[in-house]
């Protein structure tokens, strides 16, 4: 938890991340190109989307963008890093007053290790699922 900050939300996500094939010197590799799901509250209700640029929309018009500036690796070679992300809130929704979210319970997301050149530019979606906690700071 950042200092000086309490969670105010958490949300559980679930979608994809989407990876381009990109050639890489004489290499070919798969490149994260952006994240695109779906938000769920406590109850299992849809409240929002998580997109390019680590957006955050929530469905009162609230919405975040992130930067990460922390990240641990997951356990497994499948599994996304957990992050840190700090955070620009547009709105006075439920992401009002944000300044970051932690992904973290991350499950799958991670491309294969490689592609090859019949690959090529071909996009790739790989299902995840992962909590964002959301902090605002305390007080």
């Known amino acids: 938890m950042p200092d000086g900050h309490e969670p105010a939300l958490q949300l559980a996500a679930r979608g994809v991340q989407i990876f381009r094939c990109e050639r890489i010197g004489n290499e070919y590799e798969w490149r994260f190109r952006q994240p695109e799901a779906e938000l769920f509250d406590a109850q299992g209700q849809p409240v929002g989307r998580h997109g390019a640029n680590f957006s955050f929309e929530h469905r009162d018009g ?60 071909r996009l790739l979606r790989v299902d995840f699922t992962a909590d964002f906690v959301f902090y605002r700071p305390r007080g």
Request: one cysteine or more; charged letters at 10%; hydrophobic letters at 40%.
């Open 62 to 121: 609230s919405r975040l963008l992130g930067t990460v500036v922390a990240h641990e690796k997951a356990a497994a070679a499948e599994t996304l890093p957990w992050l840190l992300l700090s955070a620009k809130s547009f709105g006075s929704g439920a992401l009002g007053g944000t300044s970051y979210v932690q992904r973290v319970n991350t499950r799958g997301g991670m491309p294969p290790a490689a592609c090859g050149a019949g690959q090529a530019n």
